[in-house]
């Protein structure tokens, strides 16, 4: 079992606050933004998480975004940096991440 929501968002550099009701999705989007992908205990190994940010990154892709972001939470930073995203270091970003957790990571995916 897998859930993943993600949608286009208005700005780079700008995650949605915690907690705060999205009231719409932009129509001039500048990225896509994972907002959270969980799996399954079981379906945990095997790459399933990787292969559905393939997906996601594909979709971004096909509806002409120049990038996909996120902010990494609880330690997921390798994950993503393996799946080809970069940590964005911006100070005015960095401290609204303050309020996800201490080792919270904006990162970014940019289409080449």
Do not use: C
Not at 19 to 45: C, F, G, M, Q
Not at 60 to 76: C, I, K, T
Request: net charge positive; aromatic share 8%.
């Amino acid at each position: 079992m897998l859930l993943a929501i993600f949608h286009p968002s208005l700005a780079l550099q700008k995650p949605p606050a915690l907690n705060v009701l999205l009231k719409s999705v932009p129509d001039a989007a500048s990225t896509y933004y994972i907002h959270d992908i969980a799996l399954l205990p079981e379906a945990r190994s095997g790459g399933a998480a990787s292969e559905v940010v393939r997906k996601l990154i594909s979709h971004a892709r096909r509806a002409h975004l120049p990038n996909v972001s996120l902010v990494a939470v609880n330690g997921s930073t390798r994950f993503w940096e393996r799946n080809s995203f970069q940590t964005l270091e911006d100070p005015q970003v960095n401290e609204k991440l303050a309020s996800y957790d201490e080792q919270a990571k904006y990162m970014v995916y940019r289409f080449s």
